[in-house]
């Protein structure tokens, strides 16, 4: 089992940064890659960035080079800083395992909300 608790979602303004945390515990050595998946209605469930246990990463065309993927391993946290904001980014962002980068695996954290809005 493993269980995932994510954090860092909140209000922003469009051009401000927001850094999400995800930690995980439990059976770690089984996890691949990690990541996070956004949602909005109405919309596609979107892949936003993911970072396997060997650091390789992997971004979304519409965040990427304004978002970034990153673990600390000491703290078996994955981080995702989230620079020049748009109000497109508006979603709920679910970290969650992945068996290849952008493939879902078996946990997800509980959803974090972020809005970019003036």
């Known amino acids: 089992q493993v269980q995932l608790v994510e954090s860092g979602g909140g209000l922003v303004q469009p051009g401000g940064s927001l850094r999400l945390s995800c930690a995980a515990s439990g059976s770690i050595f089984s996890i691949y890659a990690m990541g996070w998946f956004r949602q909005v209605p109405g919309k596609q469930r979107e892949s936003v960035a993911a970072i396997t246990s060997g650091g390789s990463t992997n971004y979304g065309d519409s965040v990427k080079g304004r978002f970034t993927i990153s673990r600390d391993n000491a703290k078996n946290t994955v981080y995702l800083q989230m620079d020049r904001l748009k109000p497109e980014d508006t979603a709920v962002y679910y970290c969650?395992?992945?068996?290849?980068?952008?493939?879902?695996?078996?946990?997800w954290g509980q959803g974090t909300q972020v809005t970019v809005s003036s």
């Open positions: 969650n395992t992945q068996y290849r980068l952008g493939i879902p695996g078996d946990y």
